[in-house]
């Protein structure tokens, strides 16, 4: 008995063995398939990163090639713009050319409108515009500047009128006022500009007092300043008289000193003292009432004094 058991223990431990060695071995087995599985994993994730980055590069050669593609297609088209405007450009300047060297636009005719003082002849003198010439050579700025070294001649617009006329439209500064020098008269208008010097008269009043030079004074020149602040004066005198429509009496008016302004009516045959130019309206009225009262009697208006204090205007017959 005691030898069987013996032989029954050695089996048992034999078998025990075994299964003891089976379970490490299925350890083993397990923990080399997990190893496989994650050498497995590795490797596929890094083929996989291997592949992103090899199409990574691939996207990007692409682009590459199709920018430069575009490159390609972009340098044929600024060259095609350029030629474009290289064709215009000697287009234009084949038009010009041939517009400035054809007969069929050269000059027969030229019309002047709006002149009246300046003769038309001589407008076409100053304008330096030249009959059977091209008239594209004519420079338009040229020709109003010369046209505006007449004094006369405030404003010039030209036109060409195909295919053969050239327009020159003029507006022509009025002579308002004379200034009487030594043995002429000076021409000036509203501005103060000398229009012309002169031995004739025009029927507008003459002015008396001013005191720019004689030697300042000559055609295209205009008054010194202070004359051009009296000036100003003088032309709200006037307006006051027109507006009592008496302005067409005045012969002339003395401006010397401007605290005593005065005014000559040959037709009426009087002489009328305004003072300063304050109240200008109110005086006028009085003068008007005066001239209407005292017609055909020569004699002095005085409407000098001080209106708001109780200065009443008079007439004083000549004796």
């Known amino acids: 008995m005691p030898i069987k058991k013996k032989q029954k223990n050695k089996k048992n431990k034999i078998s025990k063995n075994r299964a003891v060695d089976t379970t490490a071995l299925s350890k083993i087995d397990n923990r080399t398939n997990t190893i496989r599985v994650n050498v497995v994993s590795n490797i596929d994730t890094i083929e996989n990163k291997k592949a992103k980055v090899k199409a990574k590069k691939t996207k990007k050669a692409k682009n590459i090639g199709k920018e430069k593609n575009k490159v390609k297609k972009i340098r044929p088209k600024k060259t095609s713009k350029i030629l474009k405007a290289l064709g215009v450009f000697v287009l234009i300047v084949g038009a010009g050319i041939f517009l400035c060297t054809t007969p069929l636009f050269n000059v027969t005719q030229i019309e002047v409108i709006g ?22 050579k004519n420079v338009k700025v040229n020709i109003k500047q010369n046209i505006k070294g007449n004094a006369y001649i405030e404003d010039v617009s030209v036109k060409r009128v195909l295919p053969n006329k050239m327009q020159i439209s003029i507006k022509e500064r009025k002579p308002r006022y004379m200034i009487k020098l030594l043995d002429k008269f000076a021409y000036i208008n509203s501005q103060g500009y000398i229009l012309e010097v002169t031995n004739q008269t025009k029927e507008i009043p003459i002015i008396e007092g001013f005191t720019t030079p004689e030697q300042d004074i000559g055609s295209g020149k205009r ?19 027109e507006e009592n429509e008496i302005s067409r009496f005045i012969t002339s008016m003395n401006v010397e000193n401007t605290n005593e302004y005065t005014i000559y009516m040959a037709e009426k045959a009087k002489t009328i003292h305004l003072g300063n130019n304050s109240n200008l309206g109110t005086k006028m009225l009085y003068v008007k009432a005066i001239l209407e009262a005292e017609e055909g009697n020569e004699g002095d208006i005085f409407v000098n004094g001080d209106l708001n204090n109780g200065f009443q205007p008079f007439f004083r017959k000549k004796v």
């Open 223 to 241: 008054l010194n300043n202070d004359d051009l602040n009296v000036l100003e004066v003088v032309l709200s005198i006037e307006s006051s008289c």
């Open 115 to 136: 002149n009246e003082t300046v003769s038309k002849e001589e407008i076409i003198s100053l304008s330096q515009i030249q009959l059977n010439e091209n008239m594209f």
